[in-house]
Nanobody, 129 residues
């Protein structure tokens, strides 16, 4: 398993910026990709950004050009730079990690992973008008 701890959320005015961080620990060698999701009250959790096997990240259409996902393999940390934030983007932001893939198993410490995912507890982001 992996443990994911998000940080960097808070209150920001519309048009402002925040950088979220997600630190991973545990079986990090098996992480195949990581991403960011958000969930507002009464809404479904939705993809914001995540890495892909091809190396090009996926972004929600609504954040393209404003958000950037990046990572630091040395520290097992993934970041989400959010610029020009909008009030409707107020939500809890969650870090997600996938270990192994459906096609490729990852084995470490006697544990096998075939695309199992883990979630952080989330960090709140509030964008005021």
């Amino acid at each position: 398993q992996v443990q994911l701890v998000e940080s960097g959320g808070g209150l920001v005015q519309a048009g402002g910026s925040l950088r979220l961080s997600c630190a991973a620990s545990g079986d990090t060698i098996c992480i195949s990709d990581m991403g960011w999701y958000r969930q507002a009250p009464g809404e479904e959790r939705e993809l914001v950004a995540r890495s892909t096997s091809g190396g090009m990240p996926d972004y929600a259409d609504s954040v393209k050009g404003r958000f950037t996902i990046s990572g630091d393999n040395a520290s097992n940390t993934v970041y989400l730079q959010m610029n020009t934030l909008k009030p409707e983007e107020t939500a809890d932001y969650y870090c997600n990690a996938r270990l192994g893939t459906v096609q490729t198993m990852c084995r470490v410490g006697g544990r096998n992973y075939y695309g199992v995912t883990f979630w952080g507890k989330g960090t709140p982001v509030t964008v005021s008008s």
